[in-house]
């Protein structure tokens, strides 16, 4: 009987600056698109950075960009899908760089498998979480928000992707109207959970599993704190 | 006449959109994700359309593209003037917090741009071959019309593609 074996390999990159990772994900689109590489995963955190989507909503902006930068805080405009967001230290950060063309998969179903896999990951820690309504793409807990998905397709290769919230410092999200949904609150799993939590780099374990799983790959081939310039030739 | 009645009819059914031009009925063929794929339209791996009309050929998604993207809330178009080449990017739109990226089955000049498409983005969803078209171009060379596939072996592509 044959296997078709499905390879995914996973860099966990700590904190990483969010120009650089994305640098490293056009590499990356580029290369699987040619081929060159299998399906990559990037797990990481970045320091504290807002971000804007294509559609640049800079209304949702609530304090001035020069307010940001003595908060120690960067702002971003990128191509992905999605309104303003934040990541900072204490966030998992999941960046696939997959062919969905490989699994037939369209963008609905992409980011509803998305979705899936921040559930799972919270039901894990015993949270209930669910997908948002319609038009309010993510993973909420009650009317709390705590995972954000935010994607790029490019001839079927991803990029961007998602943001689950484990104990990030959740001040920072006050500054803005959070993925443009005024009057709902971000939570964390934190504050989610009764006890404590485990080491948060068992957190990032349990994501990138989920991930795995849900999105059927038998093969992890892990790199831990590669060279960013590993993929040159 | 009675065809384009049936056709009609069995789309409202089956909650199908159809594309029905007054001037020409089109035979439709049912995939077996039941996404609507029209007869005198050729058809891209990557899932976009044209339609060669005179000088000027009509570019869009298919119905089976906007289906698996979900509700389109955002498409972002070039201007007219530009120009687009065979299997490159020529805009993008967004649906559920996905960017994807609308590749265009010609090369040429862009001549006309949907511009009801920035009011209501969801023409894409609901019309994906009639008022959800995205720009007209005035192909710089024909022949490339010839490497698309047609309805028949596009409905066959979808099917074999992803099941769903």
């Given at each position: 009987m044959r296997v078709l074996t499905r390879s995914l390999e996973v860099w966990r990159l700590g904190v990483l600056n969010y120009l650089e990772a994305l640098k490293l994900q056009e590499k990356l689109v580029t290369d699987r698109k040619s081929g060159k590489i299998t399906d990559t995963l990037l797990s990481l955190q970045h320091p504290p950075t807002y971000t804007l989507g294509k559609r640049q909503t800079v209304h949702n902006l609530l304090v001035s960009e020069s307010q940001l930068k003595s908060m120690g805080a960067?702002?971003?405009?990128?191509?992905?899908?999605?309104?303003?967001?934040?990541?900072?230290?204490?966030?998992a950060i999941l960046y696939p760089i997959i062919s969905l063309r490989d699994i037939g998969f369209g963008a609905r179903k992409y980011v509803e498998t998305l979705e899936l896999t921040m559930i799972e990951l919270a039901s894990l820690h015993g949270v209930k979480a669910h997908a948002g309504e319609s038009g309010e793409t993510g993973v909420w807990v009650g009317e709390r928000k705590i995972g954000a998905i935010g994607v790029r397709i490019s001839s079927g290769i991803t990029s961007h992707g998602v943001a689950f919230n484990i104990d990030p410092d959740l001040s920072y999200f006050e500054h803005i109207v959070p993925c443009g949904i005024a009057d709902k609150e971000v939570t964390s799993l934190k504050r989610e959970v009764d006890s404590d939590l485990p080491a948060e780099e068992l957190i990032h374990e349990q994501l990138i599993s989920c991930f795995v799983r849900l999105f059927g790959y038998n093969n992890v081939i892990w790199k831990d704190n590669p060279s960013l310039c590993d993929q040159q030739s | 006449m009675a065809m384009?009645?049936?056709?009609?009819?069995?789309?409202?059914?089956?909650?199908?959109?159809?594309?029905?031009?007054?001037?020409?009925?089109?035979?439709?063929?049912?995939?077996?994700?039941?996404?609507?794929?029209?007869?005198?339209?050729?058809?891209?791996?990557?899932?976009?359309?044209?339609?060669?009309?005179?000088p000027v050929a009509a570019v869009g998604i298919t119905d089976h593209a906007q289906d698996h993207l979900g509700e389109v809330v955002f498409v972002e178009l070039p201007d007219a003037g530009s120009v687009v080449s065979q299997g490159k990017s020529f805009g993008n739109v967004e649906s559920v917090k996905a960017t994807s990226d609308v590749n265009s089955p010609i090369s040429g000049e862009v001549v006309e741009v949907n511009s009801k498409l920035s009011e209501t983005p969801g023409l894409i969803n609901s019309s994906p071959y009639e008022d959800g078209w995205m720009i007209k171009v005035k192909p710089s060379n024909p022949s490339e019309l010839e490497s698309l596939m047609g309805s028949k072996e596009y409905t066959k592509f979808c099917e074999e593609e992803g099941g769903h």
């Open positions: 960067e702002l971003h405009y990128t191509q992905r899908g999605g309104d303003i967001t934040y990541h900072g230290p204490h966030q | 384009r009645m049936w056709a009609s009819s069995t789309a409202n059914a089956l909650k199908l959109s159809t594309a029905i031009r007054p001037h020409f009925s089109p035979a439709f063929s049912l995939s077996r994700c039941f996404s609507t794929v029209l007869e005198g339209f050729k058809y891209a791996n990557s899932h976009e359309w044209v339609k060669h009309e005179g």
